[in-house]
């Protein structure tokens, strides 16, 4: 089983230790765009680098006082991983949710969005949100069974970075009350 830790350290030491996972991910979701409807990148190599430097370029909001990184490590592996970026007072959105296909269907997934979800509350978000491709009927299941819930697209979505917002949903979940 793997063991989900909150990352605490640097920047430096965040992008080495979730740089693989990331490329990873970032790689699947190419290829499931470009089968799933058709949509392939211009440039793959310059938008996976692109979303990369988005990723790092938040990395400082995520290791602060109301972000969260967290990791799924199964022996000394990183097998999945998940983000909480503050946006604002109000609202923590989460990011980068990915379990390896190694690992899935084992809970690891679960586990990594229940400790964002209790680090948003206990940080004193009101709302979770997030955004995820429409292809991600899995990830989509288990954000709904947690409670979230479909929205209109946000402001400064991620997927603006590479004109994708058609194939996203956008979703939230009410922390308070």
Same mark, same amino acid.
């Given at each position: 089983m793997a063991v989900i830790e909150r990352f605490e350290g640097? $920047?430096?030491?965040?992008? !080495? +230790?979730?740089?693989?996972?990331q =490329?990873?991910?970032?790689s699947w979701c190419g290829e499931r765009f470009a089968a799933e409807y058709g949509f392939v990148f211009e440039d793959r190599g310059s938008s996976l680098a692109a979303h990369e430097r988005e990723f790092t370029r938040e990395l400082p909001r995520l290791l602060g006082a109301r972000g969260r990184l967290v990791v799924?490590?199964?022996?000394?592996? $990183?097998?999945?991983?998940? !983000? +909480?970026?503050?946006?604002?007072? =109000?609202?923590g959105e989460i990011k980068r949710m990915y379990v390896r296909p190694q690992v899935r269907g084992q809970g690891v997934g679960r586990a990594i969005l229940e400790t964002l979800v209790a680090d948003a509350r206990v940080l004193g978000y009101d709302v979770a949100r997030l955004e995820t491709a429409t292809f991600m009927c899995d990830a989509q299941a288990l954000y709904r069974a947690r409670g979230f819930k479909e929205i209109p697209k946000f402001e400064n979505a991620e997927a603006e970075?590479?004109?994708?917002?058609?194939?996203?949903?956008f979703m939230e979940l009410r922390l308070a009350g």
């Open positions: 640097t $920047v430096a030491q965040a992008v !080495a +230790l979730t740089e693989e996972v =490329r990873e991910y970032l799924a490590r199964s022996d000394s592996e $990183v097998v999945g991983m998940g !983000a +909480l970026k503050p946006v604002d007072e =109000r609202v970075v590479s004109g994708l917002e058609a194939f996203m949903l």
